[in-house]
T-cell receptor, first 113, second 117 residues
């Protein structure tokens, strides 16, 4: 099974709201990722977790806060977002971070009003 | 350093005809190379991967790609296009064998494949 699940599928939030995106994988992968994708563009890396520790933060604004509660789960906490943060947020996982293929979830379509 | 160039932003083919999506890469190291497909409002699906084994790689749904080191290319092909192949395709390079937090995927800008009847 190469499935990565993400919830919710769609999210609409105001600029003062707090919400969370969730991601889950049961492939035993030790690396998990958050990406942001704007329309007609490739995904942009936001965060990398390796063995449940944050290893890369691509200078993402603090209104995005990642969390890895265990090796199967990855959350992205959202607070005080801006309309330009509206995008498709993709979670991915891989066996390790050493050039292995990443498996992507279906994404959460986020709209900030 | 690594980079990837997808030579065509849009490709249009007729159903039943061959598909060729072109990708050139640059890498200072032994690369891993991947092709991903993304249908509208969906996540990315791995089509195939090259990680220093056989240079001709077969993937899902009849796609294949050939790693040519001398040409630094990794073109994606399919003998006969199907309507369901219409999607965005991304060529991706990574650095094989380096663990830890520093290894990232580098994406091409994507090729939109249109399949016409």
């Amino acid at each position: 099974d190469t499935e990565v699940t993400q919830t919710p599928k769609h999210l609409v939030m105001g600029m003062t709201n707090k919400k969370s995106l969730k991601c889950e994988q049961h492939m035993g992968h030790r690396a998990m990722y958050w990406y942001k994708q704007k329309a007609k563009k490739p995904p942009e890396l936001m965060f990398v977790y390796s063995y449940e520790k944050l290893s890369i933060n691509e200078s993402v604004p603090s209104r995005f806060s990642p969390e890895c509660p265990n090796s199967s789960l990855l959350n992205l906490h959202l607070h005080a977002l801006q309309p330009e943060d509206s995008a498709l947020y993709l979670c991915a996982s891989s066996q390790e971070t050493g050039g292995y293929e990443q498996y992507f979830g279906p994404g959460t379509r986020l709209t900030v009003t | 350093a690594q980079s990837v160039t997808q030579l065509d932003s849009h490709v249009s083919v007729s159903e039943g005809t061959p598909v060729l999506l072109r990708c050139n890469y640059s890498s200072s190291y032994s690369p891993s190379l991947f092709w991903y497909v993304q249908h509208p409002n969906k996540g990315l699906q791995l089509l195939l991967k090259y990680t220093s084994a056989a240079t001709l790689v077969k993937g899902i749904n009849g796609f294949e790609a050939e790693f040519k080191k001398s040409e630094t290319s990794f073109h994606l092909t399919k003998p006969s296009a199907h309507m369901s192949d219409a999607a965005e395709y991304f060529c991706v390079v990574s650095r094989f064998g380096v663990t830890g937090g520093g290894n990232k995927l580098t994406f091409g800008t994507g090729t939109q494949l249109k399949v016409e009847l």
